[in-house]
């Protein structure tokens, strides 16, 4: 009867383990239901385990432990495991790993410069020339312009192969530009008696199918009294001397 408690008719050993529970007040009880609460990882379910008889597993901690755990007071079995989580140093504190804390050397800008040259056009002039055997305000182009054409020469400065700045070191003119030339017409037709003059003489030269100077040796049928200025062309041929004057010998 030492050994053994009548229970509904059944015969249930004690072990220790039961008579280690049996000993305990409702206030251990409690801490230890808590603490079966709080640690459910390890120490909570070795509690139970222990209130069930099944053997302590390797590497957990003991029934006392939990309950210095839930209780707040520490346990002589703990102070190792604090100790050893003391010396685990805090992220970012010493012992930095290398790969965080060697910084890769920055390197220095590569600076190269380089001769380049490019084509640049030069444009033409225009010019006006009066041509007077051209009617008063007639344009008749005499030569096209053409563009000229300049070469430059730059010494180029790069950093990384970039484009820092450039500097003009020489100008060639390679083709030189052709000036656009047009003629303006400046003739005008005197006033004649009729207006039936012909274009080119100051004064009125009658039209007719040949004129000669009065006094000349031509045979007319017209004459005309010099002098005379040629203005244009001369289809009679009254400036033999060619001096811009007719019939004025």
């Not at 007040?25 to 609460?37: C, D, F, Q």
């Not at 344009?139 to 563009?147: A, D, F, N």
């Amino acid at each position: 009867m030492d050994q053994y408690r009548i229970i509904t008719h059944q015969t249930v050993p004690v072990t220790n383990r039961m008579r280690w529970w049996n000993r305990l007040g409702i206030g251990p009880r409690a801490g230890l239901v808590a603490a079966a609460l709080i640690l459910p990882c390890c120490g909570g379910l070795w509690v139970i385990g222990a209130v069930a008889g099944d053997d302590k597993p390797a590497g957990t901690l003991s029934a006392v432990d939990n309950v210095h755990a839930a209780t707040g007071t520490k346990s002589p079995a703990a102070a190792p495991l604090a100790s050893a989580l003391a010396a685990i140093p805090a992220a970012g504190e010493g012992n930095a790993s290398p790969q965080a804390s060697d910084k890769i050397p920055s390197q220095e800008p590569v600076m190269t410069k380089r001769t380049i040259t490019e084509k640049k056009a030069i444009p033409y002039k225009k010019r006006q020339v009066d041509d007077d055997s051209l009617p008063k305000g007639e344009r008749e182009k005499r030569t096209t312009g053409i563009k000229g054409e300049k070469t430059l020469t730059y010494e180029v400065t790069l950093v990384d192969g970039r484009e820092q700045s450039r500097e003009l070191v020489g100008s060639e003119v390679t083709r030189k530009p052709v000036s656009e030339v047009v003629a303006v017409g400046t003739y005008e037709e005197p006033d004649g008696g009729d207006g039936n003059c012909t274009p080119g003489y100051d004064p009125c030269v009658p039209v007719a199918s040949d004129v000669d100077c009065a006094g000349g040796s031509g045979n007319g049928p017209a004459y005309v009294d010099g002098p005379i200025t040629v203005t244009g062309s001369d289809p009679y041929e009254l400036d033999r001397d060619g001096d811009g004057i007719a019939c004025d010998t």
